[in-house]
């Protein structure tokens, strides 16, 4: 198995409803090819984690790097040879933390998100945010975190998109 962590950025505003809706598509489509992940959304930028069979998550990520709704999409990490899942609960689920009070939750520091767009570049910064905000989702939806191949990651439903 390989994972990819990315990030991106919005050409342009787009609401909640709309990145929802890419959320649902992604996670339908990645579940069929036995794709798992996590993205966060945080002022138009995107953080993703992509894990599964590596030629599964190359041609959906050449897929994802030519969608016109984004740009400036930078592979921050890719590592194959691995053997567990980090993000096995959902094919794709989402989390908005441009909520401050969200941020303040998941991550834990007093200042929220001053440098997330300069730090999201960072590739441990965007692994160590894509893990924590996987496991807050998880817990607040009561879902179990360490599910890890015995079933194909879920489609997540509205409320397991967190905002706030
Ligand atoms: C931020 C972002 C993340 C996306 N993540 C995925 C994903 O994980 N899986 C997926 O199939 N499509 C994802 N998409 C959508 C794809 O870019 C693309 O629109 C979709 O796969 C349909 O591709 P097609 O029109 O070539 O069939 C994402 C789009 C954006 C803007």
């Known amino acids: 198995m390989i994972i990819y962590a990315f990030r ?3 050409k342009s505003i787009m609401s909640y409803t709309d990145m929802q809706n890419i959320c649902l598509s992604s996670a339908r489509n990645n579940r069929k090819w036995n794709v798992t992940g996590y993205m966060v959304e945080c002022g138009g930028v995107f953080l993703q984690a992509l894990e599964g069979p ?3 998550v190359t041609s959906i990520f050449r897929r994802v790097v030519n969608d016109p709704r984004h740009h400036h999409v930078d592979l921050l990490l ?4 691995v053997a567990r899942r980090q993000f096995g609960a959902w094919a794709m689920n989402l989390m908005f933390l441009d909520d ?3 941020w ?3 991550v834990g520091s007093l200042s929220p998100y001053d ?3 300069h730090r999201s570049q960072d590739p441990i910064f965007s692994l160590g945010l894509l893990s924590l905000a996987y496991q807050f989702a998880c817990s607040a ?3 179990d975190a360490a599910a890890t191949g015995l079933e194909r990651g879920r489609v997540p439903r509205l409320q397991h ?3 706030s």
Do not use: C
């Open 8 to 10: 991106s950025e919005l």
């Open 54 to 56: 590596e030629d599964a």
């Open 78 to 81: 890719s590592n194959d040879g």
């Open 100 to 102: 401050p009070l969200l």
């Open 104 to 106: 303040r939750r998941v």
């Open 115 to 117: 440098d997330f767009l």
């Open 141 to 143: 939806t009561s879902v």
């Open 161 to 163: 998109m967190l905002r």
